[in-house]
T-cell receptor, first 116, second 114 residues
Framework: DAGVIQSPRHEVTEMGQEVTLRCKPI?????LFWYRQTMMRGLELLIY????????DSGMPEDRFSAKMPNASFSTLKIQPSEPRDSAVYFC??????????????FGPGTRLTVL | AQSVTQPDIHITVSEGASLELRCNYS??????LFWYVQSPGQGLQLLLK??????LVQGIKGFEAEFKRSQSSFNLRKPSVHWSDAAEYFC????????????FGKGTKLTVNP
């Protein structure tokens, strides 16, 4: 299996632009997670899905952030408009069916976002 | 809700020396505990996990961790560190039912001197 796939690996954009991050989870995994990692705040859970349905989006920082999972093999995290404080590494992870907090999560390589 | 603390931000050890990374958690019931490792520029990889049973858990790359309920700790150990172990290590705590989030500590960065 190819593991969790994220694209792009690096994104540099100007403040105010729309940014879309993409994730393909491991086939057969029912849970998908979006995390943000910064030096100041560490690894934060933004949102997670179960069977394509958003379960908990309480970590999404504000309305500029949105996430979708149109099918079992694809998810997007969109920031519109982007701001310099959104600069971070964004990780996607997936797990099988045992539950969000109880099963091994498999992480993608991350997308390093820089907003100028 | 559960929480986890990693008291050491940065640890430096010599190659061949033993290693212990500390992790303390807060949760009212039996936690699900994990250690992940992140190499530079990479995603996180699971080292080991504890759900129940034997409190000494063996993981990959020669790592082990011991769950101590009385101390609310889940410390990671390795008897002899290799230069390739230099990375950042994250402890995480999960729970079944209620809030099912996996909560991560802030991480401990390990430097290995030759």
């Amino acid at each position: 299996d190819a593991g969790v796939i994220q694209s792009p690996r690096h994104e540099v954009t100007e403040m105010g632009q729309e940014v879309t991050l993409r994730c393909k989870p491991i086939s057969g995994h029912d849970y998908l997670f979006w995390y943000r990692q910064t030096m100041m705040r560490g690894l934060e859970l933004l949102i997670y899905f179960n069977n394509n349905v958003p379960i908990d989006d309480s970590g999404m920082p504000e309305d500029r952030f949105s996430a979708k999972m149109p099918n079992a093999s694809f998810s997007t995290l969109k920031i519109q408009p982007s701001e310099p404080r959104d600069s971070a590494v964004y990780f996607c992870a997936s797990s099988i069916i045992a539950g969000a907090g109880t099963d091994t999560q498999y992480f993608g390589p991350g997308t390093r976002l820089t907003v100028l | 809700a559960q929480s986890v603390t990693q008291p050491d931000i940065h640890i430096t050890v010599s190659e061949g020396a033993s290693l212990e990374l500390r992790c303390n958690y807060s949760y009212g019931a039996t936690p699900y505990l994990f250690w992940y490792v992140q190499s530079p520029g990479q995603g996180l990889q699971l080292l080991l996990k504890y759900f129940s049973g034997d409190t000494l858990v063996q993981g990959i790359k020669g790592f082990e961790a011991e769950f101590k309920r009385s101390q609310s700790s889940f410390n990671l150990r390795k008897p002899s560190v290799h230069w390739s172990d230099a990375a950042e290590y994250f402890c995480a705590v999960g729970a079944q039912g209620g809030s099912e989030k996996l909560v991560f500590g802030k991480g401990t960065k390990l430097t290995v001197n030759p």
